[in-house]
């Protein structure tokens, strides 16, 4: 019988707007930041059921996480002022590996999220290239000083040269695309979650002809595994619970 493992309750220290993204600072107390890519459920106030964020930044006490208001959970998070507090349970999941000689991190839209913290993590300042939907979006870019930025209708891929290990984070197409210009690319996939450890089966995917739970096997996972990458389907109860 699977395990549940308990959240501890923490503090809001501050949120900030980052283009139309809310960054929300928590009070870190006890919990690990833990490796680049793995992620944390946070309470979504008024909601049932929590939702999965990547770390973007950890800096002393605190621990930040980038919200893209597109629901009411994650409207909810984006409400939160100082002082507030909700549950945290992580870190969860398999993050990047860091062993990498020649990093290149990869973003497109949200999915700068973990890119921050794995930049910092790499040594501060490893090449990136990110791309978004519109300038707007675009101002999220702050949090990554130095990355080289496009916007729709170019594509980020255009940017990757030949010769780095990828690190890459964003929507499925593009992931997709990076995978077949860099087959042993790291790519941090999403998926609805309502557990965050394998018990609610909310985030099975197919990877190498099985079905796998991507809390437990991901959320970062090697492209080489990714060969017709194909969402399993879920109780539609879970989906409508689980959305943003």
């Not at 409400?79 to 945290?88: E, F, H, K, M, S």
């Not at 030949?162 to 992931?175: I, Q, R």
Request: net charge negative; glycine share 12%.
């Amino acid at each position: 019988m699977q395990s549940s493992p308990s959240p501890s309750r923490h503090r809001v220290t501050g949120s900030e707007s980052v283009g139309p993204y809310t960054l929300v600072r928590l009070e870190r107390g006890d919990l690990d930041p833990g490796v680049p890519g793995q992620f944390f459920m946070l309470e979504a106030p008024g909601r049932l059921l929590p939702r999965p964020f990547s770390l973007c930044l950890a800096p002393p006490g605190e621990l930040a996480f980038l919200v893209d208001p597109i629901g009411p959970g994650t409207q909810a998070l984006c409400r939160l002022r100082a002082g507030d507090a909700i549950a945290v349970l992580g870190p969860l999941g398999n993050g990047y590996r860091l062993d990498v000689d020649r990093p290149l991190l990869v973003g497109g839209g949200i999915g700068i999220a973990p890119l921050p913290y794995l930049a910092e993590q790499l040594g501060g300042s490893p090449p990136s290239v990110l791309g978004f939907r519109s300038d707007e979006h675009a101002e999220a870019a702050a949090l990554l000083p130095g990355a080289e930025i496009v916007v729709d209708p170019v594509l980020v891929t255009e940017l990757i040269d030949p010769g780095f290990d990828v690190l890459a984070c964003g929507p499925e197409p593009m992931l997709h695309a990076v995978a077949a210009l860099c087959p042993t690319a790291q790519l941090a996939w999403e998926a609805p979650m309502a557990c965050g450890y394998g018990a609610c089966y909310g985030c099975v995917v197919e990877i190498d002809g099985g079905l796998k739970r991507l809390c437990l096997e991901g959320p970062v996972l090697d492209a080489t595994h990714l060969e017709g990458h194909v969402r399993n389907q879920v109780p539609d109860v879970s989906r409508r619970a689980v959305s943003a």
